[in-house]
Nanobody, 122 residues
Framework: QVQLVESGGGLVQAGGSLRLSCSASGRTFSSYVMGWFRQAPGKQREFVGTISGSGSRTTYVDSVKGRFTISRDNAKNTVYLQMNSLKPEDTAVYYC???????????????WGQGTQVTVSS
């Protein structure tokens, strides 16, 4: 079992930055692929990006490439989502997830955090 807790969300103006953190329980954190997803009101859950267990590989959805960066610190059991140049359309609840497969498909992730709200004002 892995428990995930996100933090770092909030209200920011367009063009601003936020860094989300996701802390994980358990001693096998480095064995998990970690993904970030988001869901805006009335919309489906959307893949944001993912990072391999070692942190050597990352993949992003096109809409955030060049603006968002995922990193992880396996010694701290934490994965981060650095979000720069935020836009109003980035407004959503952001979730971190842990899984065994490197994928953009939310259904392949086994464990989920409770989510953290990010609101970008124009």
């Amino acid at each position: 079992q892995v428990q995930l807790v996100e933090s770092g969300g909030g209200l920011v103006q367009a063009g601003g930055s936020l860094r989300l953190s996701c802390s994980a329980s358990g001693r096998t954190f480095s064995s998990y692929v970690m993904g970030w997803f988001r869901q805006a009101p009335g919309k489906q859950r959307e893949f944001v990006g993912t990072i391999s267990g070692s942190g050597s590989r990352t993949t992003y959805v096109d809409s955030v490439k060049g603006r968002f960066t995922i990193s992880r610190d396996n010694a701290k059991n934490t994965v981060y989502l650095q979000m720069n140049s935020l836009k109003p359309e980035d407004t959503a609840v952001y979730y971190c997830a842990a899984g065994q497969m490197y994928s953009s498909a939310w259904s392949l992730y086994d464990y989920w955090g409770q989510g953290t709200q990010v609101t970008v004002s124009s």
